[in-house]
C-alpha cells in the first residue's frame, strides 16, 4: 500500500511538472518577446526541464517505489533542480502571459526581413517542438532580432522572406509580437506589377492595408479595384463600410466617389453620402441620403445619418424627424436617442 | 559488466529492433499482406528484393481472390486477373462497345496487351484512355511498363512524370504488379544496361506504397546524375522524395539544380511552383507555371494549373479567358479549354458567352459533374431554371458528392417557393463541404422564409462569424429580431 502510495505520488508530482513545463512553453511561443538570445533559452530550458521531468518519473517507474534516493544523490539533486527550472519558467510563462492579455495597446506594424529560421529543416526530416527566426531588428538598426515561431507560422515563414511584425507594447512594458506574417504589400506590388489585371490581389491588398490601420493606402487600392471591376459593388462598399466604423470620411469619400454614378444603390449613396455629411460638404451629402431614403424608406441607416446631417447643418425639426423615423425602425439607437433630447428643444425654439 | 546490466542492454536492442521494423511495416501499403501462404512467399520474395517473381506470386493469389472481390469491378477486369486473357480481351471489347466513353475496357485491353508482352498494342489501347481520360494514373502506368519492355526509355520516364505529377496511385492492383514486375526486369540487368533514371521513377512510384524504395530511387537517380542520364528528371526525383521525408527546402535547392540544368523542365517548374505556393509566394508561383506554359503550352495539365491560378488566386479573370482562348486558337478541339473558356467568361459577367463555351466543351469532351454544375450556374443565371434544374440533376448524377449542384437546385427550389426542397438541398450542399458564405446565408434565408427562428438564428450567428458584414446576413437577422427587413447594413 505505501509503494502504491509512493509511486501515486511521484507520479502525480512528477507529470504536474512536465505539465506545467509544457504550458510555460505554450505561454513564451504565444507572448513571446523578442530578443537576442533571452526568449530561445528560455524556451529551450523549459523543453529540456519538460523532458527531464518524464525520463525522471519513467526512471522512478523502472526502479520501483520501493527505491529511495538518498538526499545528495545526482538523482535527487535532479528532481529538485528541474523542479526549481519549472517552476521559475512558470513565473517567467505567468509574467508573459499577463503582459499579452491585459496588454490593450494597438499592435505597431514593421516591415522587415528573416535572415534565417533556426532549428527548421533538419537532416532527419524530424520536426523539433519549437524553431525561430532571426529577424532584421526595427529597433536597432544593422542588428538581428530572434523571436519564437509558433506552429502555424513555420509553414508560411522561411529564410529571406520580407515580413510584418506585429508588436504591441505589453501590459508590463515588455514589448511582445503578436504576429508575424508575409509582407502583403510587397508581394501584392510584385503580382500587380506583372498582372494588373488580379483582383484578388488587389482585394488582399485593401484589405491587408485596413488591418495595419493604412487606411488611406486602403482606400486608393479599392478606388483603383473598383475601377478596374466595375461590376463589383460588393468589394468598395465593404471597405467603405468598415472606413466609416473608424470616422475615416475622407476616404469613404475616395472609395465610393466613382462607384455611386454608376447605378442606383441606395447603401453606396448612405455611405457616401453620410461621409460626405461628415466632411463639410452636406448639401451633396443630404442629396444622396435622400436618395437613399427614397430607395429604401425602411431601412433605419438613411434617417439615421439624416438625422446627423440635418442637425449639422441647424435644421433641428428635419434632423427630429429623421432620428425619430431611425429610432421607430431599430430600437435601441442611444446615440440617436440622446440626440433626439438634445436637439428637440432646438427645434421648438426654432419653430417659434 | 553485470547479468543485469546485459539484460537491460538485450532488451533496449530488441526494443530498438522492433521499432525500426515496426516503422518499416507500419508505412507499407496493406497490399503486400495477403492471408494465402502464397501471399506469404510473394511477400518473401519482394522482400529479398525479388520484385518480379514477388509479382507473379501476387498474380497467383490475385487469381485466387479477385472471385470473393469488390462488387463493381468490371466484369472483363474480373478475368483478367483470374487470367483469362482471351476471355477479358472478349469481353472488353463487348463492354467497350456498349459504354464507348468509359475508360475501363479500354484499360483491360491494355492491360491483356501487356500480359501478352504486345508493348506497342499496349501503349495504343492505353492512348486511347489518356484519350477520354487525360491523366489515367494506370493508364499512364501501363504505358510506362510497355515503353520501357520496348526499350524507349525516354518515353516511359514521360509517361512516369505525367503519372507523379497528379500524385494519385493507381486503382487497379494488376497495374501495379505489372509495375513491381517491369521494376524486376530492369533491376535484373546487368549495372550498365540499367536504365537508371527510368528505375529512379519507377521506384519512386513504388515509394509510394512501401518508402523503402526511396534507397533505390535516390541511388539510381544519384547513378543517372552521374552518368548524364537525364539528369534534370533525375534531379527532380530526388526533390520530390526530400520533400515526401520532410525536407522541403532541399528538396527545393534540388529542382534549382534540375532547372540549371534544362530550364524548361515542365515537371521541375511544377514541382517548384507548388513549393512556392506552400509558402505563400504567389507572384514566384504565377512565375514559375507562366515559364512551364511557354515551354510547353500544349500541355492540358500545366495550362489548367495557371488557370487554377489566375481564376482562383490572382481573380485575373482577363488574362485567364486571354489564355484560354490563345489555346483554342490553336487547337478548337480542346473541350477542357472550352471550359477555361467559359469559366473566366461566366466570372467576368457574360453568361451568354459562358454557356456557348460550355456547349462547345460538352460537344467535344466528356461530360463531366463540374461542367455540367457550371453550365447549371449559368442557365440559372439567364432564367432559364427548367434547364438548369436538367443540367444540375445530371451533375448530382455524375458525382453526388460534389456541394455545387445541390446548392444550384436549392436556389431553384426557392425560386418557385418549394421551401422543403429548397432547404434539403441547400443542407446537403453544405454537409458535402460547399460552405462559401454565399451558401450559408442563403440557407438563413430559408430558414427564416419557414419561420424556423432558432435554426436561422444559428445561421446567422455562423454566417455572420464568416463576415461580421455581410448586407444580407444583418438584413435577415434583422428582419429575425422582428424590426422590417433593411437591406443597408450598419456601418
Known amino acids: 500500500m505505501t509503494r502504491l502510495l509512493r509511486l501515486v505520488r511521484i507520479t502525480v508530482v512528477d507529470l504536474t511538472l512536465a505539465a506545467l513545463a509544457a504550458w510555460a512553453v505554450w505561454a513564451q511561443l504565444v507572448y513571446r518577446a523578442p530578443g537576442r538570445w533571452a526568449a530561445v533559452v528560455a524556451a529551450g530550458v523549459a523543453t529540456v526541464a519538460m523532458g527531464l521531468a518524464i525520463a525522471l518519473w519513467l526512471h522512478a517507474l523502472v526502479r520501483g517505489a520501493a527505491v529511495r534516493d538518498r538526499r545528495w544523490s545526482p538523482i535527487a539533486i535532479g528532481q529538485r533542480l528541474c523542479a526549481l527550472v519549472i517552476l521559475v519558467s512558470c513565473f517567467y510563462g505567468v509574467f508573459l502571459v499577463s503582459n499579452g492579455t491585459f496588454d490593450l495597446s494597438e499592435p505597431s506594424h514593421h516591415p522587415t526581413a528573416i535572415v534565417r529560421i533556426g532549428l527548421d529543416e533538419t537532416e532527419l526530416g524530424l520536426r523539433l517542438p519549437f524553431v525561430w527566426a532571426d529577424v532584421r531588428s526595427w529597433r536597432r538598426p544593422g542588428e538581428l532580432e530572434r523571436v519564437l515561431v509558433r506552429p502555424e507560422e513555420r509553414a508560411r515563414l522561411w529564410s529571406g522572406q520580407s515580413v510584418v511584425v506585429s508588436v504591441r507594447a505589453g501590459f508590463h512594458g515588455v514589448p511582445w509580437v503578436a504576429r508575424i506574417e508575409g509582407d502583403v504589400e510587397k508581394q501584392s506590388r510584385e503580382i500587380l506589377a506583372v498582372a494588373p489585371d488580379a483582383a484578388q490581389t488587389r482585394r488582399d491588398l485593401a484589405e491587408f492595408y485596413v488591418r495595419l490601420g493604412r487606411y488611406s493606402e486602403a482606400a486608393i487600392t479599392t478606388r483603383e479595384y473598383a475601377r478596374r471591376v466595375p461590376d463589383d459593388r460588393h468589394v468598395p462598399v465593404r471597405i467603405a463600410r468598415l472606413l466609416t466604423a473608424r470616422d475615416r470620411f475622407a476616404d469613404v469619400v475616395t472609395v465610393l466617389e466613382d462607384v455611386a454614378p454608376r447605378r442606383e444603390d441606395a447603401e453606396v449613396y448612405g455611405l457616401l453620402g453620410h461621409a460626405l455629411a461628415a466632411q463639410g460638404r452636406r448639401p451633396e451629402g443630404i442629396a444622396l441620403l435622400e436618395r437613399a431614403r427614397t430607395l429604401q424608406p425602411r431601412s433605419w441607416w438613411p434617417h439615421y445619418a439624416l438625422g446627423w446631417a440635418y442637425g449639422g447643418s441647424g435644421e433641428y425639426a428635419r434632423a427630429v424627424t429623421a432620428f425619430q423615423k431611425a429610432v421607430e425602425l431599430r430600437p435601441g439607437l442611444s446615440d440617436a436617442e440622446r440626440e433626439l433630447k438634445r436637439l428637440r428643444p432646438l427645434a421648438t425654439r426654432a419653430s417659434r | ?491
Open chain 2, 1 to 491: 559488466m553485470r547479468a543485469r546490466h546485459r539484460t537491460l542492454l538485450s532488451l533496449g536492442a530488441l526494443a530498438l529492433l522492433v521499432i525500426v521494423v515496426f516503422n518499416q511495416l507500419a508505412g507499407m501499403s496493406l497490399r503486400f499482406f495477403g492471408a494465402s501462404t502464397t501471399a506469404a512467399r510473394a511477400f518473401a520474395h519482394y522482400l529479398a528484393g525479388d520484385y518480379a517473381g514477388a509479382a507473379r506470386l501476387y498474380r497467383e493469389d490475385l487469381k485466387r481472390s479477385v472471385v470473393r472481390g469488390p462488387a463493381d469491378a468490371t466484369p472483363s477486369w474480373v478475368l483478367l486477373a483470374t487470367g483469362d486473357l482471351d476471355g477479358a480481351e472478349r469481353r472488353a471489347r463487348v463492354e467497350a462497345r456498349a459504354m464507348p466513353t468509359d475508360v475501363e475496357p479500354l484499360l483491360t485491353l491494355a492491360e491483356v496487351a501487356l500480359a501478352r508482352r504486345d508493348s506497342a498494342g499496349a501503349v495504343q489501347e492505353a492512348g486511347r484512355v489518356l484519350g477520354l481520360r487525360r491523366d489515367d494514373a494506370d493508364a499512364l502506368l501501363v504505358t510506362a511498363v510497355a515503353h520501357a519492355r520496348q526499350g524507349a526509355a525516354d518515353a516511359a520516364i514521360e509517361a512516369m512524370k505525367r503519372a507523379h505529377r497528379t500524385e494519385r496511385v493507381e486503382r487497379r492492383a494488376t497495374v501495379f504488379l505489372a509495375v513491381l514486375e517491369v521494376v524486376g526486369e530492369l533491376d535484373d540487368r546487368p549495372l550498365d544496361a540499367r536504365p537508371n533514371c527510368l528505375l529512379a521513377h519507377l521506384h519512386h512510384y513504388l515509394r509510394l506504397s512501401d518508402p523503402s524504395h526511396a534507397e533505390p530511387a535516390i541511388r539510381y537517380a544519384q547513378r543517372a546524375i552521374h552518368v548524364e542520364d537525364r539528369s534534370d528528371d533525375a534531379h527532380v526525383v530526388l526533390a520530390l522524395i526530400d520533400a515526401a521525408q520532410g525536407r522541403p527546402t532541399r528538396g527545393f535547392g534540388r529542382l534549382q539544380q534540375a532547372l540549371t540544368v534544362n530550364p524548361r523542365n515542365t515537371a521541375a517548374l511544377l514541382a517548384s511552383a507548388r513549393y512556392r505556393a506552400s509558402r505563400g509566394e504567389v507572384a514566384e508561383e504565377y512565375r514559375l507555371l507562366r515559364t512551364a506554359f511557354e515551354a510547353d503550352p500544349d500541355d492540358p495539365f500545366v495550362v489548367g494549373a495557371l488557370h487554377r491560378l489566375l481564376v482562383q488566386r490572382l481573380g485575373d479573370d482577363r488574362q485567364a479567358l486571354a489564355l484560354a482562348a490563345g489555346v483554342i486558337a490553336r487547337n478548337p478541339r480542346d473541350a477542357e479549354a472550352w471550359g477555361r473558356h467559359g469559366h473566366a467568361q461566366a466570372r467576368l459577367g457574360d453568361s451568354r458567352g459562358a454557356l456557348q463555351s460550355y456547349q462547345h466543351a460538352a460537344a467535344l469532351g466528356p461530360r463531366t459533374a463540374e461542367l455540367e454544375d457550371r453550365t447549371g450556374h449559368v442557365l440559372l443565371l439567364l432564367g432559364r431554371d427548367a434547364e438548369a434544374f436538367t443540367t444540375y440533376q445530371r451533375a448530382v448524377a455524375l458525382d453526388p458528392l460534389r456541394p455545387g449542384p445541390h446548392h444550384g437546385l436549392a436556389a431553384l427550389h426557392a425560386k418557385a417557393r418549394r421551401w422543403n426542397d429548397a432547404t434539403r438541398e441547400a443542407q446537403m450542399g453544405l454537409a458535402l463541404g460547399g460552405r462559401d458564405l454565399a451558401h450559408v446565408v442563403a440557407l438563413c434565408g430559408l430558414y427564416v422564409e419557414q419561420g424556423r427562428k432558432a435554426e436561422a438564428a444559428r445561421c446567422l450567428t455562423e454566417a455572420l462569424a464568416l463576415d461580421p458584414y455581410d448586407a444580407h446576413a444583418l438584413a435577415l437577422q434583422e428582419q429575425l429580431r422582428g424590426t422590417p427587413r433593411s437591406a443597408s447594413a450598419t456601418p
